[in-house]
């Protein structure tokens, strides 16, 4: 299992998934294909887990415990923000033909480190012991490829009809 180092990801809409490249560009790099049940699923219980493991969340008031852990959030998004730098396309583009199907995503708590792991269907994976600040900044990036999928909206619906009177003529459609 290489060391994670790295994260990138970048939804593919021919793939309909999120690529996840792992230390792109570099000797160790690793990548795999991330399905939109495995990362709604994760997005689903991290944000529950996330707010469990939150030592600053749980001593405050009931109440309250929302508006603490979207600030702890707010606070290790600003944190991380000086990490952040673009991957070449050329190095995602190989990352992409190399990729493997994901098919466990695994993240736990160490104290004051997680464990996350990424295994895939051929064997490969990759696992690193981030803070809580960059365990939030990857799942904060995770989450901006959902919306640049559109994987969290429900289908469109249609308009719904204004209300008619009963005893009004009903209208027709072929």
Known sequence: MRAL???TFVYDTKE?????????????AWSCWLTRRLVLTLLERAAEFISSTSALAQRAPADFR????AFERDAA??????AMSNTPADVLKSSAT???????????NLGDRFRLELCGQSGGGAGGAPTRAELQRILQML???VA???WL??????????????????????
């Open 5 to 7: 180092k790295t994260v």
């Open 16 to 28: 309909d998934r999120i690529l996840a490249a792992i230390n792109a560009g570099h000797p160790e």
């Open 66 to 69: 929302g508006e603490f852990v």
């Open 77 to 82: 998004i600003a944190k991380t923000a000086g």
């Open 98 to 108: 190399a990729a493997e199907l994901a098919e466990r995503l695994t993240i736990s």
């Open 143 to 145: 989450q901006a490829e």
């Open 148 to 150: 640049k999928a559109g």
């Open 153 to 174: 909206f429900a289908p469109a619906k249609s308009q719904a009809a204004p209300a008619t009177d009963a005893t009004a003529p009903k209208p027709v459609r072929h």
